[in-house]
């Protein structure tokens, strides 16, 4: 147990350290064993963000990688080799989310009970062979097939890795763990322009072009690191390698905190489904989600192609112009996400950013230089990356118990790549260098998704203003029949 030092030989600072912490003791209204259990916890959080938090990210990094580097192999050749006519490459990339869409529910319904430990490395051995097989396609076919079974197979692993770490992390803790995800698929953006920048130096080995190489070598570090998740992806706390007794015993305590508020069980009904599919709030989400995803993968898939077809650069500088956008991108999500996290605020970082890509959006409708143009994409980046993940992360810290959490993170994970099928259709390539559809059609999908949040954070305030009323007219803890929602009194919104 914490204890003060009480020697008659006090030095000013030991004595002021006496204070600080008797002041923290008053602060908090807590006394020195609540205060020590809270210290053990916050460093078992920050063990989490080693052990758990980094593999879900590099998962997420690397899917990302595997399907968008689609737009830089189109920049490297692909499309003539493989004889696509303009219309087929757009055909590709949309293809790759109606499987992504078909996967995603019954994933995030069924994933507990399969178990993360064995469904994650299955998954990610599955798109990383499909990744290196695409290295070989000989035509238009062999790439439709390539991405639909790429799309169901990365299809899976978001809503596995959302509903592992709610697992994990308490919902207060979950903004910016899910921010981590999101911040990985800005750094893949960063990172696979860079990995295709260097894949060029390899044109014409062993007789393959440099776009080949570039699939077969990243589906090959895909297998590696499935093999590595099999012993990296722990199956429960009870069993992680990474934590001692003591640790177990607050995960513990914390599975039961979470338990009792959310009304977690683990087992999802027939009930669960309804009462998401019932709730309005997942629709609004969701419907909100489709267009702040189809800026996000046009962004990130379309990115390479517009710069250099767009701003007339060359493929060398289409490559590695993207890497500090999408850095750029990453700095301002992770900023965004410890924000919402520390004063608990969903809304305003979203209705902030949004604003930023919109301008950069209307900047590339403009008549204006190509260098004012790729500044444009510094403010689509400010706002795509935080908002696609913070509305995520809103609806996820608004829902319980567990079950009614998963349903409509299915369904909004499912409307959400509708999103990635419009976006492969609103940037034909056909229409270099303007992309007028594209851009104008993502500036319009931001501008919707501004207005919808603040209909879902009038509905927040309303449903909060009928929950005070109901304890002002006696109601109290466990007075309820049934399971325990975020509809009861007791549980509180994130706004």
């Not at 690397?62 to 087929?88: C, E, V, W």
């Not at 950069?360 to 980046?381: D, K, N, P, Q």
């Not at 099928?421 to 319009?444: C, E, K, M």
Request: glycine share 10%.
């Amino acid at each position: 147990m914490l204890q003060l030092d009480r020697s008659p030989t006090r030095s000013t600072a030991i004595d002021e350290k006496n204070h600080q912490i008797a002041r923290e003791y008053l602060a908090h209204n807590e006394t020195p064993e609540q205060f020590e259990l809270k210290k053990k916890e916050a460093a078992l959080v920050r063990k989490l963000d080693l052990f758990v938090a980094p593999v879900m990210m590099l998962l997420m990094l690397i899917s990302y990688l595997d399907r968008g580097n689609i737009g830089f192999a189109a920049t490297q050749g692909m499309t003539k080799d493989i004889h696509l006519k303009p219309t087929q490459l757009n055909t590709a990339v949309s293809v790759f989310y109606i499987f992504y869409i078909l996967a995603e529910f019954p994933t995030s319904i069924y994933v507990k009970r399969l178990q993360f430990n064995r469904v994650i490395p299955a998954i990610t051995f599955g798109w990383g062979v499909v990744c290196l097989c695409t290295g070989f396609v000989q035509n238009f076919g062999g790439l439709i097939t390539a991405r639909i079974f790429l799309g169901f197979f990365e299809g899976c692993l978001f809503p596995s890795m959302t509903l592992f770490l709610c697992n994990w992390y308490t919902r207060e803790e979950l903004g910016i763990r899910v921010a981590y995800l999101f911040i990985a698929s800005a750094l893949s953006g960063a990172f696979g322009g860079l990995f295709a920048w260097a894949i060029l130096h390899m044109d014409g080995v062993a007789g393959y072009p440099g776009w080949r190489w570039l699939y077969v070598l990243e589906g090959l570090i895909t297998i590696i690191w499935a093999f590595i998740c099999i012993f990296v992806v722990p199956k429960n706390y009870e069993t992680a390698y990474f934590l001692n007794t003591e640790e177990k015993a607050i995960m513990c305590q914390r599975a039961e905190r979470s338990e009792a508020y959310s009304g977690g069980s683990g087992h999802y009904t027939k009930t669960d489904i309804h009462a998401a599919a019932s709730d309005i709030k997942s629709w609004l989400h969701g419907c909100i989600q489709i267009a702040v995803v189809t800026i996000l993968y046009g962004f990130g898939t379309f990115l390479p192609i517009i710069i250099k077809d767009g701003f007339h650069y060359s493929t060398v500088q289409a490559q590695y112009l993207v890497i500090p956008v999408n850095l750029w991108g990453a700095v301002v999500y992770a900023i965004g996400a410890y924000l919402s996290d520390r004063y608990t605020s969903r809304f305003l970082p979203l209705v902030i950013c949004a604003p930023f890509g919109i301008v950069g959006y209307a900047i590339l409708l403009m008549e204006v230089s190509a260098g004012v143009r790729y500044f444009a994409t510094y403010l689509i980046a400010t706002a795509c990356f935080i908002c696609t993940g913070g509305n995520i992360a809103w609806l996820s810290g608004n829902c319980a118990g567990d079950g009614k959490r998963a349903a409509s993170m299915g369904i909004l994970l499912s409307l959400t790549n509708m999103g990635g099928v419009i976006s492969g259709q609103i940037y034909q390539t056909s229409a270099a260098p303007r992309f007028t559809l594209g851009h104008a059609w993502s500036l319009g999908s931001l501008g919707v998704a501004w207005c919808g949040w603040w209909g879902v954070r009038a509905l927040y305030l309303g449903r909060e203003r009928g929950k005070d009323k109901r304890i002002t007219e006696g109601w109290r803890e466990g007075s309820e029949e049934g399971l325990f929602t975020d509809r009861s009194p007791g549980f509180r919104y994130q706004i």
